[in-house]
Every structure is written in structure tokens, then in C-alpha cells.
Nanobody, 115 residues
Framework: QVHLVESGGGLVQPGGSLRLSCVAP????????MGWYRQAPGKQRELVAV???????NYLDSVKGRFTISRDNAKNTVYLQMNTLRPEDTAVYYC?????????WGQGTQVTVSS
């Protein structure tokens, strides 16, 4: 079983920042796309950001310019730097590792943006 270990969620005021981290096994991290999804109550899970093994990056439109995904190959870690957070960013955020035929998920970390 592949385990993705997430951290960094919490409660933050609107306009604040958080950085999420996800550590993956090296064998997975090297060849899988690494991404962040989120799911708010009553809503479908959506892709927030993804970085491929080759370094290509895509973002959800609503987070462009505010969130940055990056990967540190030495630490087998993918980050999601979230700036200028809004209440609508409130969700459970999930780390994801995906190939063409397989994918793995983290346990999720709650991000709450509220005064």
C-alpha cells in the first residue's frame, strides 16, 4: 500500500496563507504526477493544482495567481503554497499521485478560511 503523508492544514483568516506538504514514496514521486484536490461540503472533489514528473503545471482557474504547487525531489515532497486565501477555499485538501493507470490518495487535511 502506498501512503501519502499530508500536513499543513488549519484555520486561517481571509487573506492569509498556508502551505500544504505531501510526502510520497520515492518510487512513486519520481514517475507520478503529483497534485492537490479539494472537496468542500456538498460539492464534488476538484483538482486544484498538479505538477507532472516532467515539471508541467496546471491550476484550477480560481486559484491561479494565488496558489503555487512545487515539488522537491530531494525530499520526495510536493507543496501547495496558498496565498490570499478566501472563504470559498475552505475544503478538505487531498494529496494525489497519479500515473496513466494508477493513483493514490492522502488522507486529507482540512483548510478553513474564516474570520
Amino acid at each position: 500500500q502506498v501512503h501519502l503523508v499530508e500536513s499543513g492544514g488549519g484555520l486561517v483568516q481571509p487573506g492569509g496563507s498556508l502551505r500544504l506538504s505531501c510526502v510520497a514514496p520515492r518510487s512513486i514521486f519520481r514517475v507520478y504526477a503529483m497534485g492537490w484536490y479539494r472537496q468542500a461540503p456538498g460539492k464534488q472533489r476538484e483538482l486544484v493544482a498538479v505538477v507532472t514528473s516532467g515539471g508541467g503545471i496546471n491550476y484550477l482557474d480560481s486559484v491561479k495567481g494565488r496558489f503555487t504547487i512545487s515539488r522537491d525531489n530531494a525530499k520526495n515532497t510536493v507543496y501547495l503554497q496558498m496565498n490570499t486565501l478566501r472563504p470559498e477555499d475552505t475544503a478538505v485538501y487531498y494529496c494525489n499521485a497519479a500515473s496513466s493507470y494508477n493513483e493514490f490518495w492522502g488522507q486529507g487535511t482540512q483548510v478553513t478560511v474564516s474570520s
